[in-house]
């Protein structure tokens, strides 16, 4: 099982990185986007390659609830931030996008990373947590909305850091709360707390996923988003649910997670592939529905 598990994670990264590709064509092709004109990001959401992208985005959060089931959250994580491999891949043959030689390097040290992390990873630690673990997960959602409507108000780069990290927490707090859901039975589901975390940490990312790209530098963003999204969670998971890795292995499984979330931040600048003009928005070209279709 663990096999398939380590398939679905990488099947995710593969869907999530097409997705970008898919909905950036469809936001070249619906013309500029600006968060002045709503109308202008309802044109583009609803055009052919958009919408195929949002499919996959679905897609993806399946195959992600496959790995947390039975994978550690540093190895899953990890897979889930190479999605951005997968689009510098998909960009330079779909939208003639140039990789330079430290970005082929960042592609071949992503791939290196999970690799390590595939050999070295053990089995998942708890997959039921008590009631006081989605009482702090809540509570750091709130934490997390209320300080990115503070982020809001700060000047230029901070303002995109810091709410591209609140996003990628919130994420984070996605992925530990889907690591805990029980058997997919939708009559069981809707009595779990995790299930209702997932749905709020899904629209709390999106709110602050699109403010952070609409003032800012993407690449800051996605970056800042990457870390939220793969570290803490990974900490957590080897902390409070018992992730490890094989006896022996940490070394390797250390360096792995290190290449493979570095590699991925060196891919940072893919999350810009929307093509809208300087200075004006565009909407998340990876857009988490990944999350909010559980919602």
């Not at 997705?19 to 986007?33: D, E, K, N, T, Y």
């Given at each position: 099982?663990?096999?398939?598990?380590?398939?679905?994670?990488?099947?995710?990264?593969?869907?999530?990185?097409?997705?970008?590709?898919?909905?950036?064509?469809?936001?070249?092709?619906?013309?500029?986007?600006?968060?002045?004109?709503?109308?202008?990001?309802?044109?583009?959401?609803?055009?052919?390659?958009?919408?195929?992208?949002?499919?996959?985005?679905?897609?993806?959060?399946?195959?992600?609830?496959?790995?947390?089931?039975?994978?550690?959250?540093?190895?899953?994580?990890?897979?889930?931030?190479?999605?951005?491999?997968?689009?510098?891949?998909?960009?330079?043959?779909?939208?003639?996008?140039?990789?330079?030689?430290?970005?082929?390097?960042?592609?071949?040290?992503?791939?290196?990373?999970?690799?390590?992390?595939?050999?070295?990873?053990?089995?998942?630690?708890?997959?039921?947590?008590?009631?006081?673990?989605?009482?702090?997960?809540?509570?750091?959602?709130?934490?997390?909305?209320?300080?990115?409507?503070g982020a809001g108000r700060l000047p230029?780069?901070?303002?995109?850091?810091?709410?591209?990290?609140?996003?990628?927490?919130?994420?984070?707090?996605?992925?530990?709360?889907?690591?805990?859901?029980?058997?997919?039975?939708?009559?069981?589901?809707?009595r779990e707390p995790a299930t209702y975390?997932?749905?709020?940490?899904?629209?709390?990312?999106?709110?602050?996923?699109?403010?952070?790209?609409?003032?800012?530098?993407?690449?800051?963003?996605?970056?800042?988003?990457?870390?939220?999204?793969?570290?803490?969670?990974?900490?957590?998971?080897?902390?409070?649910?018992?992730?490890?890795?094989?006896?022996?292995?940490?070394?390797?499984?250390?360096?792995?997670?290190?290449?493979?979330?570095?590699?991925?931040?060196?891919?940072?600048?893919?999350?810009?592939?929307?093509?809208?003009?300087?200075?004006?928005?565009?909407?998340?070209?990876?857009?988490?529905?990944?999350?909010?279709?559980?919602?």
């Amino acid at each position: 099982m663990l096999i398939v598990s380590l398939c679905g994670a990488l099947a995710a990264a593969v869907c999530f990185g097409l997705s970008s590709v898919l909905q950036a064509v469809g936001m070249r092709g619906a013309g500029p986007v600006s968060e002045l004109d709503p109308r202008s990001m309802v044109r583009a959401w609803l055009t052919v390659p958009f919408l195929a992208g949002l499919g996959l985005d679905l897609l993806g959060f399946g195959f992600e609830l496959v790995a947390l089931r039975h994978l550690p959250l540093f190895l899953v994580q990890a897979a889930i931030a190479s999605a951005l491999a997968v689009t510098a891949i998909a960009a330079a043959v779909v939208m003639k996008e140039r990789l330079g030689r430290g970005e082929k390097f960042a592609v071949v040290a992503v791939c290196l990373g999970l690799a390590l992390l595939g050999v070295s990873a053990g089995p998942e630690g708890a997959n039921r947590a008590h009631t006081d673990f989605y009482t702090a997960l809540a509570a750091s959602l709130v934490g997390l909305a209320v300080l990115g409507a503070g982020a809001g108000r700060l000047p230029g780069r901070w303002r995109t850091v810091t709410l591209g990290l609140c996003a990628g927490l919130c994420f984070g707090v996605l992925a530990l709360a889907a690591r805990t859901l029980p058997e997919l039975d939708p009559a069981r589901m809707m009595r779990e707390p995790a299930t209702y975390l997932v749905a709020a940490s899904s629209l709390i990312a999106l709110v602050l996923w699109t403010m952070a790209l609409s003032g800012g530098s993407v690449t800051t963003a996605t970056a800042a988003m990457v870390i939220g999204e793969t570290v803490l969670p990974a900490v957590v998971g080897v902390v409070v649910l018992g992730d490890e890795a094989r006896a022996g292995w940490v070394p390797v499984a250390v360096g792995g997670f290190l290449l493979a979330v570095g590699g991925a931040l060196a891919l940072a600048r893919f999350g810009e592939l929307s093509g809208a003009p300087s200075g004006a928005a565009r909407p998340d070209v990876r857009v988490p529905v990944r999350d909010a279709d559980a919602a």
